[in-house]
């Protein structure tokens, strides 16, 4: 009688073991066994972490064994049960391999394929086909879109975190209880006797330190320490949470009205502005989707106030960027002057407080919210619901989706909804948020998730007049890294173009994301269809990098450059002033966050800015959703140009006061978790 050993490995995560009955059947292209229970004398099952094997007798062979089905029923409780894998040794002494990586809830049913990808033209026996349907057909039912917002990338169909598919759910839920996270992170901080101090301000920028003082390091002790000069300020736009609004001026704007005359005694070249500006010294940042947002108002004893500064940067003769003019709103006029580094002390110091405070939250809103957060869930929602396990895509993109879904419901559970803990310290809380990235929809093309081209399309592409542009030099080496990656993986399923354009699940999910996840906005230009493998390799390059690298170096950094308040106040309790002469050190710490609210944001960034405990770093793949040895070195040759690139930048970083790690590769998780 043929008989046939199953190994099961059960997680290691919490509560990953069951005491449930497992029973399995093989399914063969001749015949099918009988449903058998796993099961072996005086022995605790599936333990967490375990793999147990057992022996399953048929009375015929069963042909190639091409599914396996596992049923999971109640034994006392109900008990979830994380099953990582199956192996079957068949007869005749081959082993097959059946990735699971779910869990299984209830009195749940799961049917395996084998660990082999598969694209649906290349499947012919009808079971497996029908396999293949029935599974996106569930997955339809319990992966569905909803518009969160008006103007919003559309989300998942679920309130709250347990509402979620229990694969899409962290393993521990207090690890992404923000309430929580906070709480610890205000503890922490010693932070607790400030938390209620509402309406009370600081008496001057060294009460900060009161705060401040408990945690420091390298770079959040130099913003201490520099934050006022204004070669800090420059510097931040290059390499710090958010180097993504720096443009190369090519003309001034009509709203934006500086003169030669203003800004002649901060050029170093002899030559005029117009002249700097045609030799590609000038650049500029324009916050003018603040223009318009409503400011904070859930708190009718403090108000709040919001700006949409421009900023004029000069690179001097050091290479350095420097700001030479700033104006805090956007139509020109008497009550908007143009502020220099000519005016008062406290008028200019003034003014730039403004612009990094309208750059933490264009920085918490579009950079890091839209761009990362929102938009990775768009693109793992279709994922599950147009590619089925077996299709190459999903094994390749499944790591880089881990636990966004999770994080994302989070965040509209506690932070960003209504009363939530965005509201407590962000002058764009209570509703400035939402639009904002209402207003910054309309700028979230496809072509502005792609790396190179956003580079280019600011402007900043050449590394010879700006040469201190880290975030770009370290993303063009991780970029190219991952579509290395992906073209290797891509070029090993696909061989022809053809393959691709005949590959139903994948145009689907290209056409999900796009008809559904951007709601078909025209100004969205997201593709509708792949045509070459050259395309599918550059749009699933923007899903692992924006996913990986791109959240890391906006995300990691925010206690490093947001730590020290008055770098990067969350709200403003003063307008921004219309005229010059008029500012105080008392008007900047009474326009400045009070004692509540920065604790509050203290602890805010130093919990966004914490790594998860079972973090999984870039190239790192320990569930093994492919089986083939040609991706598995593809893999290896992955994970060997991210060592070097991690060797790269530390080198480079060596002795300097203010090294840039947040785009190297021992830095930045797989998907966006935190």
Not at 23 to 44: F, W
Not at 433 to 440: A, D, E, F, G, L
Not at 503 to 511: G, P
Not at 550 to 557: L, S
Request: charge should be negative; aromatic fraction near 12%.
């Amino acid at each position: 009688m043929p008989s046939y050993t199953v190994t099961v490995a059960t997680g290691s995560q919490w509560f990953a073991g069951t005491d449930d009955y497992i029973y399995i059947t093989l399914v063969g292209t001749e015949r099918c066994s009988e449903k058998t229970l796993l099961d072996k004398a005086l022995y605790n099952d599936f333990e967490r972490g375990a793999v147990d094997s057992y022996n399953v007798s048929v009375g015929e062979d069963l042909g190639e064994i091409v599914l396996v089905k596992i049923e999971k029923k109640k034994y006392w409780m109900q008990d979830d049960w994380y099953c990582k894998y199956i192996t079957v040794k068949t007869p005749s002494g081959d082993y097959v391999e059946f990735p699971c990586f779910r869990w299984l809830v209830g009195n749940k049913e799961v049917v395996l394929r084998d660990g082999r990808g598969q694209l649906p033209q290349n499947d012919k026996i009808s079971l497996v086909k029908q396999h293949r349907q029935a599974e996106l057909e569930m997955r339809r039912k319990n992966y569905r879109w909803q518009e969160w917002q008006p103007g919003f990338p559309m989300s998942i169909d679920a309130t709250r975190h347990k509402d979620l598919p229990r694969d899409v759910q962290f393993d521990s839920e207090k690890g992404a209880d923000f309430v929580l996270n906070y709480s610890k992170a205000i503890e922490n901080l010693f932070v607790n006797q400030f938390m209620h101090m509402f309406q009370t301000s600081w008496t001057d920028f060294a009460d900060f330190e009161k705060i401040f003082v408990r945690i420091k390091n390298t770079i959040s002790e130099y913003v201490m320490q520099h934050w006022k000069e204004d070669f800090m300020f420059g510097y931040q736009f290059l390499n710090g949470c958010n180097p993504v609004m720096i443009k190369k001026c090519t003309k001034l704007p009509d709203k934006f009205p500086v003169t030669n005359e203003m800004v002649s005694v901060s050029l170093e070249r002899e030559l005029t502005l117009e002249q700097e500006v045609e030799a590609g010294n000038i650049y500029i940042v324009d916050y003018e989707d603040l223009e318009g947002i409503s400011p904070n108002c859930t708190d009718p004893c403090t108000l709040q106030y919001l700006a949409a500064p421009i900023c004029l940067l000069y690179k001097n003769v050091q290479n350095k960027i420097m700001p030479i003019a700033i104006q805090l709103r956007q139509t020109p006029g008497k009550d908007n002057p143009i502020f220099l580094p000519t005016d008062g002390q406290y008028d200019w110091l003034l003014a730039k407080i403004w612009v990094r405070s309208s750059d933490f939250h264009y920085h918490q809103n579009v950079t890091h919210l839209l761009r990362t957060h929102l938009i990775t869930e768009v693109f793992a929602i279709a994922m599950y619901r147009q590619l089925p396990a077996v299709h190459p895509v999903y094994k390749l993109l499944i790591p880089h989706v881990r636990f966004t879904i999770a994080i994302n419901t989070k965040a509209r559970e506690q932070l960003i909804c209504e009363c939530g803990i965005f509201d407590k310290a962000n002058a764009t809380g209570g509703g400035g948020h939402v639009q904002m990235i209402q207003k910054s929809m309309k700028n979230l093309t496809f072509r502005s998730l792609c790396f190179p081209d956003m580079i280019k399309a600011r402007g900043m592409d050449n590394k010879e007049e700006v040469p201190s542009y880290f975030y770009r030099d370290d993303g063009y080496q991780v970029w190219e890294a991952t579509k290395s990656f992906v073209s290797d993986v891509v070029r090993f399923y696909y061989t022809s173009d053809e393959m691709l354009q005949e590959d139903v699940e994948i145009q689907a999910f290209i056409k999900d994301v796009c008809s559904f996840g951007m709601q078909d906005y025209d100004y969205c230009e997201f593709p509708k269809s792949l045509k070459s493998r050259e395309e599918l390799v550059e749009y699933l390059s923007v899903i692992v990098f924006t996913a990986s690298a791109q959240h890391a170096a906006v995300n990691f950094g925010q206690y490093d450059w947001c730590s020290w308040i008055p770098n990067s106040p969350s709200t403003m309790r003063m307008p921004p002033p219309s005229q010059k002469g008029w500012a105080t050190v008392d008007l900047i710490m009474n326009s400045l966050p009070d004692r509540g609210r920065s604790s509050w944001h203290l602890g805010a960034v130093w919990a966004l800015s914490q790594y998860q405990d079972n973090e999984l770093l870039l190239g790192t793949y320990p569930d093994e959703h492919f089986i083939e040895k040609s991706v598995k070195t593809a893999m290896e040759k992955f994970r060997k140009q991210l060592a070097e690139i991690t060797s790269t930048i530390k080198k480079r970083n060596e002795g300097k006061k203010l090294p840039y790690y947040n785009m190297s590769p021992d830095k930045i998780p797989n998907s966006v978790a935190v």
